[in-house]
């Protein structure tokens, strides 16, 4: 049986962006359900899946597992053959240190640019505040010790919780050096991040207070 994956809308979800691209991008088998969100009723339906009434949620078969962290070493468990932490004990350790600094940071960035992924790049960088631009620094030195393409060499679930960042320093044409740039370029190259972001562009649900930022 397929395990099903619920998110919320592809435009505005870096939440449920996140264990929808580490299951896509290693081709781990899930049925997708979108819930709008902020619509009457959008909680409602949630809060018969699991008890937040939040996405992302994972279901297989009759567990449910929420939160984007949660999900990931549930995935992890089920399907050891997958490279969803890097193989090596200090790598994976690593990358949850930063997967948690991710779930739970960088807020001041992303209060200053918003997720939007159907909005094209804008033609000049978006000014951004003090606590932000700290925010920006901290997660520069994070992409420029990058192993190879990807965080740790390989595609893994670190990846995957920092692509929504690398959706904002491309959407917002924020100034970067060339290292970052070069860790952003492969995340954004991945082809199931552009089937994210054609799915955001082919939805027509909008939330007006991030379409015009």
Same mark, same amino acid.
């Given at each position: 049986m397929?395990m099903? #994956?619920f *998110?919320?809308?592809?435009?505005?979800s870096?939440?449920?962006?996140?264990?929808?691209?580490?299951?896509? %991008?290693?081709?781990?088998?899930?049925?997708e359900?979108?819930t709008?969100l902020?619509?009457?009723?959008?909680?409602?339906?949630?809060l018969?899946?699991a008890?937040t009434?939040?996405?992302?949620?994972? #279901?297989?078969?009759?567990l449910?597992i929420?939160?984007s962290?949660?999900i990931?070493?549930?995935l992890?468990? !089920?399907?050891?053959?997958?490279?969803?932490?890097p193989?090596?004990?200090?790598?994976?350790?690593?990358?949850?240190?930063?997967?948690?600094?991710?779930?739970?940071g960088?807020?001041?960035?992303?209060q200053?640019?918003?997720t939007?992924? =159907?909005r094209? !790049?804008r033609a000049?960088?978006?000014?951004?505040?003090?606590a932000?631009?700290?925010?920006?620094a901290?997660?520069?030195a *994070?992409?420029?010790?990058?192993?190879?393409?990807?965080?740790f060499?390989?595609?893994?679930? %670190?990846?995957a919780?920092?692509?929504?960042?690398?959706?904002r320093?491309?959407?917002?044409?924020?100034?970067?050096?060339a290292?970052?740039? !070069?860790?952003?370029?492969? *995340?954004?190259?991945?082809?199931?991040?552009?089937?994210? =972001?054609?799915?955001?562009?082919?939805?027509?649900?909008? *939330?007006?207070?991030?379409?015009?930022?």
């Open positions: 397929s099903t #994956l *998110i919320g809308n592809k435009a505005y870096s939440w449920s962006l996140r264990p929808w691209l580490a299951m896509r %991008a290693l081709e781990i088998a899930f049925v359900v979108v709008p902020f619509v009457e009723g959008s909680r409602e339906k949630m018969a899946v008890p009434g939040k996405v992302p949620v994972l #279901l297989d078969g009759d449910a929420w939160d962290l949660a990931v070493e549930y992890a468990e !089920k399907f050891p053959q997958k490279n969803i932490w193989k090596d004990a200090r790598d994976r350790a690593h990358a949850r240190a930063l997967c948690c600094e991710m779930h739970s960088f807020q001041a960035f992303r200053n640019c918003p939007n992924f =159907r094209d !790049k000049g960088p978006r000014e951004i505040d003090e932000a631009q700290a925010d920006l901290r997660i520069e *994070i992409f420029s010790a990058a192993r190879g393409p990807f965080l060499g390989d595609f893994s679930a %670190a990846d919780f920092f692509a929504p960042l690398v959706s320093i491309d959407t917002y044409s924020l100034p970067v050096a290292r970052t740039e !070069k860790y952003c370029d492969a *995340i954004l190259g991945l082809p199931a991040f552009s089937a994210w =972001r054609e799915g955001a562009k082919a939805e027509d649900w909008v *939330i007006e207070k991030w379409e015009g930022l």
